[in-house]
């Protein structure tokens, strides 16, 4: 039961606390620069890094040395371009090895067309890494399903998509969502789709514990304004979440003033 | 030294160890993970592990990624 701390309001995902609510990427910048700003302006305590073979020719551009000298940020290594299970556990692992830190964003997506997950694959990896100790964090379909099965076998979050990744088509599994929302014991994360900070108000509000974003922030105008107005959503729609939405109506309005005897009467 | 570096065939004057193997690569001082044959060498190992012909080395660095 680890899925928040009413008293700070802080969450808790495999053992570790974190107040942020965004979570964020770090591809597709233009440089490094940016990427930082944009980091923390976000003030995301938790960061997503790839792995690549290093060129022949070793590159100087080095996006990643400055992000490793903020305090406060844990880096969580994805396992980007592996194809199935095995390939996901072998970048795993060599994720740990460089970024010190167990935490893992499992991401195995063999269709570069849709880059949807391979939940099968995904499955397969998440169990054996969480038997290693790995701070297992799954990027699946958004299934109520798989979702179940993730958390029984020891992950430590569920992340299921929102919509396709750098689609920026938004909650489009919002139905899904609340179906995981509803069983899940771990915290449940949404993670790619997002374009807009309103979307990620939404997903806070209806109970999302957190959202990741990337392409929403590195692809938008102004990347480092973008990530403060993320940040603000993310509170908003959290800060919203828990002082409780009204009740919906049906298909009649409630009236928020006396409508009877307009002027005639004194006021009850 | 004839070595398989990231797949391909890579001449290698210095192998000693794998530590003098990146600086020979110029990329000493990165922080680069080393798997030698398939095992991941620990950084702290680096300067204690020796190569052999035809060792198969892959240097893996973090990019930017979401």
């Given amino acids: 039961m680890e899925r928040q701390d009413k008293a700070q309001d802080a969450w808790v995902v495999g053992g570790h606390r974190f107040s942020s609510r965004l979570l964020m990427g770090t591809g597709k910048f233009q440089d490094a620069e940016t990427m930082v700003r944009a980091v923390l302006a976000s003030r995301a305590q938790i960061v997503t890094v790839a792995l690549r073979r290093v060129g022949r020719i070793p590159r100087e551009d080095d996006m990643l040395g400055p992000l490793g000298e903020l305090k406060g940020i844990t880096l969580m290594p994805n396992t980007s371009g592996a194809r199935n299970a095995s390939e996901a556990i072998r970048a795993a692992r060599l994720g740990r090895e460089l970024c010190g830190s167990p935490f893992v964003k499992v991401e195995i997506h063999p269709n570069p067309h849709h880059l949807m997950p391979d939940p099968i694959e995904t499955f397969e990896a998440a169990k054996i890494l969480a038997a290693e100790g790995f701070v297992v964090m799954p990027y699946m379909p958004a299934d109520p399903v798989l979702a179940k099965r993730l958390e029984d076998v020891g992950c430590a979050s569920l992340m299921p998509l929102g919509s396709a990744i750098g689609s920026g088509r938004g909650l489009a599994t919002v139905e899904m969502l609340r179906l995981i929302l509803r069983d899940a014991r771990i915290p449940v994360i949404v993670d790619a789709g997002l374009r807009s900070p309103s979307e990620a108000a939404a997903a806070l509000e209806m109970g999302c514990d957190a959202v990741l974003v990337n392409s929403a922030v590195a692809a938008a105008g102004d990347p480092v304004a973008m990530a403060a107005a993320f940040a603000q959503a993310v509170k908003a729609g959290r800060d919203a979440h828990r002082a409780g939405l009204m009740p919906q109506g049906g298909g009649t309005a409630l009236a928020t003033s006396p409508l009877t005897a307009f002027l005639s009467e004194e006021g009850q | ?66």
């Fill in chain 2, 1 to 66: 030294m004839k070595l398989i570096v990231n797949g391909e065939a890579y001449e290698a004057k210095r192998h000693e160890s794998v530590s003098a193997l990146l600086e020979e690569m110029g990329i000493g001082g990165r922080p680069v993970v080393v798997v030698l044959n398939d095992e991941v060498i620990p950084s702290s190992s680096r300067s204690a592990c020796g190569l052999r012909e035809g060792d198969c080395v892959e240097l893996f660095r973090l990019v930017g990624g979401g």
